[in-house]
């Protein structure tokens, strides 16, 4: 997994902006398709230099370079239900920000998210799931018992909460993170994707405005 010598490397506030544009793309349902030629394919076979890592929910509804508009070698992405984090996460998000020096890493949850939804009916009505399933419900519950801590009701506040929570935890977790951002390198962003009408709302965000 190179990384490309050919592609210019944006700071974190272009990359963040490209990434705002495109979205305002696909909520026009306008989308540009950049760099998916077969020329661009021919240029990444040299290596890949992203702008961008984005952890996220595996969910169909939210495919990440459509949602944002971007091509072929622009972002760098890891899905998991529930946008979960594991030791395999963990160290994706690690090659990203260090390996292949992307200057933008976004949390991304999003509307409908089954794995909240899952996990706010394991809390109220149980049962929890058994064998690997659990795993989400475990992950996801502290988010859901923060943001009803803080007096929210809803849903899509509990799936808010759980993005700020992930991106939270993986700046923690991954110490090279902060000193990234702390060197004006990195910009790091958490958001969550609405299905309705197609909108990336930024929920937090350091390193870029």
């Not at 040299?46 to 508009?69: H, K, M, W």
């Not at 690997?132 to 929210?152: C, T």
């Not at 390198?185 to 958001?191: D, N, T």
Request: with cysteine; charged share 20%; proline share 5%.
């Amino acid at each position: 997994m190179a990384k490309a010598e050919n592609q210019t490397t944006l700071t974190p506030q272009q990359a963040w902006d490209a990434l705002q544009e495109g979205n305002q793309r696909w909520q026009a349902m306008s989308p540009a398709h950049p760099r998916q030629s077969s020329q661009r394919r021919e240029e990444l076979r040299e290596g890949q230099a992203p702008n961008v890592c984005v952890l996220a929910c595996s969910d169909s509804r939210a495919p990440i370079e459509t949602i944002f508009d971007q091509g072929l070698g622009d972002v760098f992405v890891i899905r998991t239900a529930g946008e979960t984090v594991d030791n395999a996460v963990l160290a994706s998000l690690e090659f990203a920000v260090e390996g292949l020096g992307v200057p933008l890493l976004v949390v991304l949850g999003h509307q409908y998210c089954g794995a909240v939804a899952a996990t706010v009916g394991a809390l109220d009505e149980g049962p929890i799931p058994e064998r690997f399933q659990r795993e989400l419900v475990q992950q996801v519950a502290p988010s859901v018992i923060e943001s009803r801590r803080k007096g929210n009701t809803t849903t899509d506040d509990f799936e808010r909460e759980h993005a700020l929570q992930t991106l939270k935890s993986v700046i923690h977790r991954i110490p090279v993170i902060q000193e990234l951002i702390d060197a004006g390198s990195l910009g790091v962003v958490g958001a969550r994707y609405r299905i309705d009408d197609g909108v990336v709302e930024k929920l937090a965000a350091l390193g870029v405005n």
